[in-house]
C-alpha cells in the first residue's frame, strides 16, 4: 500500500473516533463515505478534461453542498439523497434508501472537507481502490460492527485468483460477493500485462461484462457497486453488475467461465416469524429447486449446488467452505457424491 494511500486512510479513519462517541458505527461510517466520494468524483467528471455526463440531478451536486455548514449542510445533504435515491442505474443503486446518519453537523462539515481536499479522480484507479479496500478492512476488523462476515482476507483471495488463472473475455461470478474482493482481485489479475495484453475490445469486455454478482445485505450490495465503480467495473447509467438479493432463491439463468466465492458461514439457514402467542421464532429455511440435487437448510451445501448451477459445462470454481462441508451426512454425502461423478474435482485445500 503506498504512502499516499496510507496517508488519506488514516486521514479518513481519524474521524471515527468522534463519530464512535456520537453513537455512529464504523459501519454507517463508511456508508456515509461511500455517498460523499461518490458526490465528490462526479463533480470530478463533471468538469474539464472529462466533461462527463454523471446524471447528478441539478442543485444535487457537490459544489451545492461543499461550501454549506451547520443545520443548511444537513438539510442540503438529507435532500440531495432523498433526490438521488429516485434515479436510476449505478446512482439510483448506490443511494437507494440513503439517509444521513451523521447527526453531529460539525462532523459532517469536517468530513466534508476533508473529502474535497482530495482530487479523486485524479489518483490511479489502484489508489482509490485501496483506500476503499483498506477502510472496508478496518471495518472488517472491528469485532462489534460483525462485519467480518463480508470481508474474505485479501491475500485468500489472491492465492484463489492465481490457482484459477481466468482468462479475457470469460465471465466470472461471485453469488455472495460481500464487497467486491473476488471480482477485484480477478480484474486485477486479468489486467496485469504480466499475464494478458488486452486490446480494446478486451478492455471494454472487462468493463462491462465480465463480472456478475449477488449480495444479500443491502448496505454491502451498496458498498460493493461504489467498490466496482472506483475500479472502473461496471457503467454508470446501464444494468448494475450487482444483483441485491437471495443468490439461493432460484436459479438466474447465466452461465458463468469462472466463480469465485466464499459463502457465508452458518451451518443452517432460517427464517424468523410471529407465531399465534406473538413470540418470536426461528424455522430452517429449505430451498426447493428443480436443479439441486437435494434439500437442506445447511447455507454451505446449499452455495455448492447453485455453484454447479452457475457454471458453464467447461467452468471452473473455487470456494472457500467450512470443514463441515467434508464429512457431513445425509445432503451433504448425496452432494459430495454428486460433485465427484459431474465435476472435475482439482484440490482441495
Known sequence: MSEQTTTIISKVWGMCGPLRDDGVSYGDYLEQLTYLIFLKMSDEY???PYKRETGIPAGCGWTDMNTLKGAELES???SILETLGECSGTLGKIFQGAVNKISNAAILYRIVQMIDRENWVSMSTDVKGEI?????QKNAEDVKSGAGQ??????????MVECIRPEPRKTIADPCCGSGGFLLAAQSYLSDPKHYTLDREAKEFLKRD???GWEIVPTTFKMS???LFLHNIGDLYGEV???LGDALLTDPGERFDYVLTNPPFGKKSSLTFTNEEGEQEEEDLVYNRQDFWTTSSNKQLNFLQHINTLLKATGKAA????????FEGGAGETIRKKLLETCDLHTIL
Open 46 to 48: 463533471a468538469k474539464p
Open 76 to 78: 442540503k445533504y438529507k
Open 132 to 136: 476503499y479496500e483498506g477502510l472496508l
Open 150 to 159: 463480508y470481508f474474505t482476507p485479501r491475500p485468500l483471495i489472491q492465492a
Open 210 to 212: 465480465t463480472f456478475r
Open 225 to 227: 457497486l461504489m467498490n
Open 241 to 243: 453488475p450487482i444483483t
Open 319 to 326: 470456494v472457500v467452505v467450512p470443514d463441515n462441508v467434508l
